[in-house]
């Protein structure tokens, strides 16, 4: 199928005055998740902050009732994957991007976490705020996006890095600090022997809602991480979506979602 069309149509930026109904048909034919730009820097992004501090209470009632994980990750099985690595030991544990009271519950409940760092836009940090002192989270640290804590074992970047404009310097601000891994899941990496490091693409299975992100350049990315005395321990497909990246050729031939995990030299 030559998709040379259907990416020109939804690389548009009229997309997102399409009706949902329109994009649910669209998306259901093709399952085109992404689609390629001529962009070469990210684009400031207007993400809906879609929770609030009702629902976030709910959660927690909820996770009370059950003790389950009520909102799946982009890690699947994270807390057996933790325990591998720490067992029964106290960790410290930074969440990029969270925005779900239920994550920090569930590991809580299944690990020996002294500190749980959590960042994200200051609205959702601000609800984390309230939660905290409402439930007495003695252990739970909601920071803003551009704090770096200390000490901190085990970093966790939940499907996001992708779209951090700066995403070099912020990894670097966090490296400073020397955590023992840190891993990401669900992002998408191409193999093409190309210079670019990165390749922006518009996501299109949320439409209306218009978001950017990165496509990364794996070997380059590997390199960074090697530069800054990290090394690869983990790479594994992630299984959370079956994302389709035809319509990409041939642009990029090969392309990958992962999970990777890099822990200090």
Do not use: A, W
Request: proline share 3%.
């Amino acid at each position: 199928m030559n998709y040379r069309f259907i990416n020109k149509l939804l690389s548009k930026s009229f997309t997102k005055f399409f009706p949902k109904t329109i994009n649910r048909k669209l998306f259901r034919k093709y399952r085109i998740f992404f689609v390629p730009t001529d962009i070469k820097v990210l684009p400031i992004n207007f993400y809906p902050v879609t929770t609030s501090l009702k629902l976030q209470e709910k959660l927690v009632n909820k996770f009370l009732e059950n003790k389950k994980l009520i909102n799946e990750t982009s890690k699947r099985n994270l807390d057996k994957f933790l325990l591998e690595i720490f067992n029964q030991k106290s960790f410290s544990f930074f969440d990029v991007g969270g925005d779900n009271i239920d994550l920090y519950l569930y590991l809580s409940s299944k690990l020996n976490i002294k500190k749980y760092y959590i960042s994200n836009f200051k609205e959702i940090i601000v609800i984390f705020d309230k939660l905290k002192l409402k439930f007495n989270y003695h252990n739970l640290q909601p920071v803003s996006q551009f704090v770096y804590p200390k000490n901190i074992d085990f970093v966790y970047f939940g499907s996001c890095i992708q779209y951090f404009k700066d995403y070099k310097s912020y990894l670097t601000e966090i490296i400073k600090n020397e955590p023992k891994y840190i891993l990401f899941s669900g992002s998408s990496f191409f193999y093409d022997n190309i210079d670019s490091e990165t390749v922006v693409v518009k996501q299109t299975n949320i439409l209306p809602s218009t978001i950017f992100l990165y496509f990364f350049n794996y070997e380059k990315f590997i390199n960074f991480f090697l530069i800054k005395g990290y090394k690869l321990v983990y790479k594994k497909k992630n299984m959370t979506n079956d994302l389709n990246y035809k319509n990409f050729y041939p642009m990029l031939n090969k392309l990958e979602y992962l999970d990777l995990m890099f822990e200090k030299k």
